[in-house]
């Protein structure tokens, strides 16, 4: 199967830019072509005040984007397009030349981005689904993307005249959410049930099962008000000396949360920055517990299915994917999002017993070989693409029958 992959990198990498080169990497080591259409955001630094002001337009419809597509399209003739993110010098004007090209399109959804501006879902603190269940202007209002009203505005511009024009809806054949949860949320917002496949995202390679239980609980990701570090770090006050947490990543909040860190006197918590994926992977093997005290939805956290595949158990926020990912009792625990009581009493209740640790990392384990290997992911994604291009073939008869009748002249009697 020949295979158009499609995406647009960040300025600063995540887990979409990883999931993105997994599944490359997936699919050509089944013996797959495939041919990649990639853009990044670094392009934004080089331009000039002109194209700068254009950004808007940009968002709304990238014409060399669309020509690209265009002749990549004509080039390769692929069997099946899949775009991953389009934000935001891709933009969805690609959809239009798979459209016009009848290639069917799979696209995944990372993000809440269809619906929310900021594609969080959160705002001050604390969730916001005002956007879902009123209108784009709330966004506009409050300046949820970067804090700007003008970016935000942009943003939800394009938002809705992409609605109106119905470019999702006509221009995707199959969506892939990475949750039941986010299935759900966006079937609310408006996306056909029918057109929404769940495949969750995978680990490869497998890590293998950890040995030890590890000295040390650990946060990987991003440090950024969503993430929940502050309620983290008030819950570790509260924890015993013995108990130590490590923090892997960075982000705009690194600087406050090293400042409450001193504040708190917090001893037992070491800040380690930015670091390669395989270092990360070693740590969340190595630890203990894997804490996502996240307060936002989270869409699907890479760094919960790395913890399972090597049976490390995971805290979680009992809140969007998290809770369906992590199986209370079983492969973790769930606490409330925003009590750093109640993190603190979930940590203290297994920090100290081995035994338990071992078999919520057995069961951790034992999920990630049920669901979110490589090979089992393979096989769902195939099914995904099959079904895409059968329903565009499909789609192709049927219009072509409907067009038949005007074109045969009638026979006389």
């Not at 700068?52 to 597509?69: E, G, V």
């Not at 459209?99 to 809440?112: D, E, M």
């Not at 490869?204 to 590890?214: A, C, M, V």
Request: hydrophobic share 40%.
């Amino acid at each position: 199967m020949k295979i158009i992959l499609v995406h647009n990198n960040y300025q600063y990498p995540g887990g979409e830019d990883k999931v993105f080169d997994l599944e490359r990497a997936l699919l050509q080591d089944h013996g797959h072509r495939v041919v990649v259409y990639q853009r990044s955001n670094h392009e934004l630094a080089s331009q000039s005040l002109l194209q700068r002001l254009m950004i808007p337009i940009h968002t709304i419809w990238a014409r060399d984007s669309f020509r690209q597509m265009e002749a990549v399209l004509r080039k390769e003739r692929p069997d099946i397009v899949h775009v991953h993110n389009t934000f935001v010098r891709i933009s969805p004007s690609i959809l239009a030349a798979c459209r016009q090209a009848g290639v069917p399109v799979v696209k995944t959804l990372h993000n809440f981005r269809l619906m929310c501006p900021s594609a969080t879902f959160f705002r001050n603190g604390k969730i916001c689904e005002e956007c879902l269940q009123s209108n784009l202007l709330r966004s506009v209002r409050y300046g949820c993307y970067r804090q700007s009203r003008s970016a935000t505005a942009s943003i939800a511009l394009a938002l809705a005249l992409h609605r109106r024009a119905r470019t999702w809806i006509d221009g995707v054949t199959s969506f892939i959410a990475l949750s039941r949860f986010s299935r759900n949320k966006f079937i609310q917002g408006g996306l056909p049930p029918g057109k929404i496949a769940h495949k969750p995202n995978f680990v490869h390679p497998d890590p293998g099962k950890k040995r030890e239980s590890g000295y040390a609980a650990v946060y990987v990701g991003r440090l950024s008000a969503e993430k929940g570090l502050e309620t983290l770090l008030r819950a570790w006050r509260l924890l015993p000396s013995q108990v130590r947490l490590q923090i892997f990543g960075d982000g705009p909040l690194r600087a406050p949360l090293e400042r409450l860190a001193s504040s708190l006197n917090l001893r037992n918590l070491t800040f380690h920055g930015r670091v390669t994926n395989n270092l990360a992977q070693e740590a969340i093997k190595g630890a203990r517990l894997l804490i996502c005290p996240s307060e936002n939805y989270e869409n699907f956290p890479l760094t919960i299915v790395e913890a399972l595949s090597c049976g490390t158990p995971v805290v979680c926020s009992r809140l969007g994917a998290m809770q369906e990912i992590v199986l209370d009792g079983q492969t973790g625990l769930h606490f409330s999002p925003g009590a750093a009581e109640d993190l603190a009493d979930k940590v203290v209740s297994v920090w100290d017993r081995p035994e338990r640790i071992k078999e919520m990392g057995s069961a951790a384990r034992q999920d990630y070989e049920q669901k979110y290997t490589a090979e089992k992911n393979y096989v769902q994604l195939m099914q995904i693409y099959h079904e895409a291009i059968s329903l565009t073939r499909d789609s192709a008869a049927t219009s072509e029958q409907q067009l038949q009748p005007a074109l045969v002249p009638s026979m006389p009697r």
